[in-house]
């Protein structure tokens, strides 16, 4: 017998090649001539383009293939029980994946919501396989990621918080930050939603510090649930990357659409921005126990995936296309993470409102101080105080750090755009929409309201543009409530109906938990409704005084 | 600084293990979802995957929608049906689909209809299916597949629309499954054409778009993918085009002349439609049904059902009738167009009268 024979080479007979698989299956679309198709969400965007499908797959490939992976994922999923994993895993971290993990099943099921959105509008049936796939693909993500959750409610010390988590997702100030990100995927003009918002934007830049970055963390802390299944959910992104970067060319070409394109470049890139990289800096950085120095901080990420990837190596090319890349926003972006301390200011917030959580968040020691300080040099002088009264305020019967006047720490305005408090005091801004007063993190989240979201872009109607609605002040719902009642109301209290489900450290003893006894007697009350209650003169004395800041009292 | 105090800012207590059971403390035992009623006496994991992944202002979500369409339309509305419901909460898949059970059967289907073209292919099968099938393959099942794109993004446009969770990937994993079968066709034909000299792979859609034996069925599906409400285009597909047309031509003509033809692999590549079929059904008669009896607007629903019942049956009994000459074709004849269409019209007779419809006269 010949030793080149394979089983291959004997079994082997002529087919189809995958081109021209493809191609007979984008032959199966026709144009409709006895009933129009249904009525589609509505774009101001033209597509006169046939977009090509870069990835050329069949489902015929496609389900086997993602069968693969699933088998991977969960004979990982498997293994990690079997080496007992969570006997060294890092409460620290874990505690976060509740807040991290209730948010991110509705925007991965969003984007398989809004492929309908975007496989209606393209011309021919090329890329409808493309945006079919990522249909099943996001239908994947969503419920992989209510099976991790629910894995570690099953396995981990404390489940509360787990075992709430589509109730509080629904209810808790900072997943409605996370909520803001998925709405905007399939809701509005269906291309700045789908397109550019979804996929060319979140897709193509921060899955990498969501689903790649992330991951390596929670390695770190003996996690190695997180890194298997959202890898392989990252691994589904390039076919995703690949059908926004199809559709966007498929416009591109077409000068009457610059102007939306810019518009919508900028909106998307400042939100995502705004909204992923307090969220996934947060975890990164305050999530875990490793402290190593030689390990990239959330900015050095950020650069190497935000800056280097996208931004240089896929925005600035759309130049030759003649659209205006907005490079003054990547720099102001960047200014927030490493000059003015975007992240920590969030962590900070996170903390404070510790008790409007339904996840347990411990105090940052010594030697986190020491690595912060490393990688983010003047960390220190700025939030050293602070962790230090966090951490003394963390035992029942001290008074909530939410409303203790002793810290010095002044509570934020909200954001109306990105919905993540006004953090960055010097940025703060305020404008009026509507005959409405409004107020805004920054520059770019007061663009984004007042003129990208509106029927109107420069002169050009915009009419299927969508609008931001809702209560989006979290604390005007609670407005004169008692923090202890509004936990109640949020349903974020354990079974006993009294201990909190969230605590401001990892101690797993009842009789260090904090109860709704323990805050009672403080009002929530909405920054906002006091401010809009100004007169333009104390308002602008207001304003001012909130761009200078706070100082965090002395912690002895 | 009280004792307390100086405990807490000492580093924190080491944790020894973060495994469940190391400790007892409030909750350390709430390990299920606790946020919804399973329809069952214990939540199955299809319902721990999916309920209440989708919010809904009158049940969690404290800050409403917090994006609109510029007429203020929310990013999920009741009004895009005109069906009511006092609970779209109720509903749950009957085939209990979440991912993993998807991509299994899936990839099962697919290793099965590619096994069976690849053995066949190997003995030679395709080179000994009667000529006059190869036409029948050629011309109308290369006909049929568009109808099966159809319905595949027709669904796909429809699972934007529903207001849970539970609705919209019942009826995703619908368009998946439809859109797959379209492919199994697609690649099925263009891989017997190898094997069948003369074989033209591109007569199929002319016939879908031309031949009056097809137009019937084009227009059936063209109206289907033509309603503005998602619901109609669900109902249609599943309680009416499928049974009156799609299992007709299926299991009423390939299913059950193809052997006599020569050919054993089409039954088994039209065979996974079938079973997808069943799946998709039960899930469409279970929403249909819970609509049906709601306790508020029942009697609504089921005068809209009526209504689309009649429309669609309408189309989709023409598209049978223009059908009928395609079960001459064969060589050899082993089964009526009129005991297939009487089989077809029971069908969809039992699954009006599972949901409390006044079948059509046209169907009696």
Sequence with gaps: MSASLTLNKITAQKGITIAEAANRVADLGWTPSYVQEAMTFPTDYKISKTPRDPMKQVLRSYFPMQEEKDNRVYGALDAALRGDMFRNVEPRWVEWMKLFLAIIPFPEISAARSMAMVGRLAPGEELRTGFTMQMVDEFRHSTIQMNLKKWYMENYIDPAGFDITEAAFGKCYATTIGRQFAEGFLTGDAITAANVYLTVVAETAFTNTLFVAMPSEAARNGDYALPTVFLSVQSDESRHIGNGHSMLMAMINDPSNHQLLERDLKYAFWQNHAIVDAAIGTFIEYGTTNRDKNKESYAELWHRWIYEDYYRT??????????????????????????????????????????????????????????????????????????????????????????????????????????????????????????????????????????????????????????????????????????????????????????????????????????????????????????????????????????????????? | ??????????????????????????????????????????????????????????????????????????????????????????????????????????????????????NGRKSGAPARFDPAWVKILQNHLGAYKHAEFGLGTSTMQAQRYGYTQMVNNAILTNSSYKLRFAQDITLYLSEIALDIPGFDV????????????????????????????????????????????????????????????????????????????????????????????????????????????AKHAELALDAANHLQPIWSQPRVKVVSFSDALAQAKNRIRGIASELGLTVPASLS
């Design chain 2, 202 to 309: 591109n007569a199929g859609k002319q016939h879908w778009l031309e031949d009056p034996i097809w137009q019937g069925v084009r227009k059936s599906i063209e109206s289907v993918m033509g309603s503005n409400d998602y619901l109609e285009q669900y109902f249609a597909t599943n309680a009416v085009f499928e049974p009156l047309v799609g299992e007709l031509f299926r299991s009423g003509f390939l299913m059950q002349a193809a052997s006599a033809q020569n050919d054993f692999i089409t039954p088994a590549v039209v065979s996974a439609a079938e079973a997808d079929y069943e799946r998709n059904l039960a899930n469409t008669v279970e929403l249909f049904h819970i609509l049906g009896t709601d306790a508020q607007h029942a009697a609504h629903n089921i005068a809209l059902f009526n209504k689309w019942l």
């Design chain 1, 314 to 556: 896929y925005m600035l090319p759309l130049e030759k296309y003649g659209i205006k890349i907005h490079h003054d926003d990547v720099a102001a972006a960047w200014d927030r993470i490493v000059k003015k301390n975007y992240v920590h200011k969030t962590a900070q917030f996170f903390a404070v409102g510790w008790s409007a959580n339904f996840w347990r968040i411990e105090a940052q020691t010594e030697k986190d101080f020491e690595w912060f300080e490393h990688k983010y040099p003047g960390w220190y002088a700025e939030f050293g105080d602070f962790w230090k009264w966090y951490a003394k305020l963390s035992v029942p019967g001290e008074t909530n750090i939410l409303f203790n006047s002793d810290v010095g720490y002044v509570y934020p305005h909200r954001c109306w755009s990105c919905m993540v408090p006004c953090l960055i005091r010097e940025d703060f801004v305020c404008d009026e929409v509507d005959g409405k007063i409004y107020t805004y993190c920054s520059e770019g989240c007061r663009w984004t309201h007042k003129v990208a979201f509106a029927a109107e872009y420069e002169g050009r109607a915009t009419p299927a543009m969508g609008r931001f609605s809702g209560r989006r002040e979290w604390e005007d719902c609670y407005h004169g409530w008692d923090i202890a009642d509004a936990i109640k109301d949020l349903g974020f209290v354990r079974p006993d109906g009294k201990t909190l489900t969230a605590q401001p450290h990892l101690r797993f003893d009842a009789k260090d938990m904090w109860t709704l006894d323990h805050v009672r007697g403080h009002q929530l009350g909405s920054p906002l409704r006091g401010f809009r209650a100004l007169s333009p003169i104390e308002r602008e004395v207001a304003v001012a005084d909130y761009r200078k800041g706070f100082t965090i009292n002395p912690c002895h």
């Design chain 2, 1 to 118: 600084m009280s004792a307390q105090a100086s405990a807490a800012t000492a580093e924190p207590s080491v944790v020894k293990s973060g495994a469940a059971g190391s400790a007892v403390f409030p909750g350390s035992d709430s390990r299920k979802y606790n946020y919804f009623e399973p329809k069952g006496r214990k939540a199955t994991h299809y319902e721990d995957m999916t309920v209440d992944v989708q919010p809904d202002p009158e049940r969690y979500l404290l800050q409403d929608w917090i994006i609109s369409f510029p007429d203020g339309t929310p990013t999920y509305s009741k009004d895009w049906t005109a069906a009511k419901s006092s609970n779209w909460h109720k509903f749950r898949a009957v085939d209990q689909e979440w991912e993993r059970t998807h991509y299994q059967r899936q990839s099962t289907i697919c290793g099965m209809v590619q096994n069976t073209i690849e």
